[in-house]
């Protein structure tokens, strides 16, 4: 046997009967020949760390719109986050990491600039709708390396379009992504926001810090263990009655404090009105967007899905130097 048929073999003599076995995954939409060191699973996730897509999250908004700290969440810290936490509870639980790890690092690749108001103002405005799970889908089948897409398996896709809240992944390890999702960002953006001070500790209700915890380190920990203990052996991922609603509680005390909150969301409308002027500017003028979404427009694909495509791929820094050079004078220049 050659390396990923050994690997293949250690999957079915210790992983979990629930787990899914990289040997028995559903396969690509184009017929590949295998690797003969790696897993279909761990192609995908190098595949996905070598996108431009992955890179890009790195100056993407989490919560705080082109935030100048150095110490906030960006997507794509938030997306390492996800990861790691969603690996340390598929390992205990005897998932296949590989297949967690590739759905956590490819979860969000479609995310607009400037996070969910990103998201908001270009489901706004485009007439089919835009949301970032399916983008995100889009991004690994349509729009990576020129049109090709990434060739990833059904298992990966699956999981990244069914991350989101009402999502119903086919796999534990999708299941694992979707709840580590909600744990790492409920964990994450309360740490900024009290790195911001518009968030204090005290602001908790003292049933919820009994029930998690008195920091954000005791409430993660108190999250990924009961997570681990309540479906260790099970074929179901979820936490127990008692904590799954303290996190509830907690996620809408986040909502109501964080999220939606004037002080942080203050330029939300500057953002989402930046993007529909330019929606509407490339939706008129399609040849001034890159060629290779000009290429897809020839191709056949709908023009205001593919305005969608540029605009979602943009990052914050970027889209705001589109904006300035489509719609702020320069000054002239010969004296």
Not at 55 to 72: C, I, M, N, P, S
Not at 206 to 232: A, P
Not at 270 to 295: F, I, V
Request: charged share 30%; hydrophobic share 35%; proline share 2%.
């Amino acid at each position: 046997m050659n390396i990923r048929e050994q690997a293949e073999e250690r999957e079915f003599q210790y992983l979990s009967r629930y787990a899914s076995h990289s040997r028995e995954s559903k396969g690509r939409e184009r017929v590949e020949e295998e690797c003969d060191i790696r897993t279909v699973y761990q192609r995908d996730r190098d595949r996905i760390i070598h996108s431009k897509a992955f890179r890009r999250l790195k100056d993407k908004t989490q919560v705080f719109l082109a935030a100048q700290g150095d110490h906030y969440r960006t997507r794509l810290t938030h997306t390492l986050e996800v990861s790691q936490t969603a690996r340390t509870i598929a390992k205990a639980l005897e998932l296949n990491e590989d297949l967690v790890e590739a759905i956590a690092l490819g979860h969000d690749l479609g995310h607009t600039p400037f996070g969910h108001a990103g998201e908001a103002a270009l489901n706004e405005i485009c007439p089919e709708g835009f949301a970032h799970f399916k983008q995100s889908v889009r991004v690994v089948e349509r729009l990576e390396k020129n049109g090709e897409g990434l060739n990833l398996t059904w298992e990966v896709r699956d999981g990244m379009l069914n991350h989101r809240t009402s999502g119903t992944p086919h796999t534990l390890e999708g299941q694992v992504v979707r709840l580590c999702d909600k744990i790492s960002y409920i964990h994450h953006d309360m740490d900024d926001a009290q790195r911001a001070g518009i968030f204090q500790e005290d602001d908790i209700p003292i049933t919820i810090r009994v029930t998690l915890g008195d920091s954000c380190k005791e409430r993660l920990n108190t999250l990924i263990h009961d997570t681990i203990r309540n479906s260790y052996g099970k074929d179901k991922v979820e936490m127990t009655p008692e904590i799954a609603e303290a996190m509830r509680e907690l996620r809408t005390l986040m909502f109501r404090s964080v999220y939606n909150n004037p002080v942080a969301k203050k330029e939300e409308r500057k953002a989402r009105t930046m993007l529909q002027e330019m929606y509407l500017y490339y939706s008129r003028h399609p040849e001034q967007m890159s060629r290779e979404y000009q290429k897809l427009i020839a191709e056949g694909e709908n023009r205001e899905r593919v305005v969608c495509d540029y605009i979602s791929g943009m990052t914050d820094q970027y889209a705001m130097a589109k904006f300035k050079e489509i719609f702020i004078p320069s000054a002239w220049a010969v004296y």
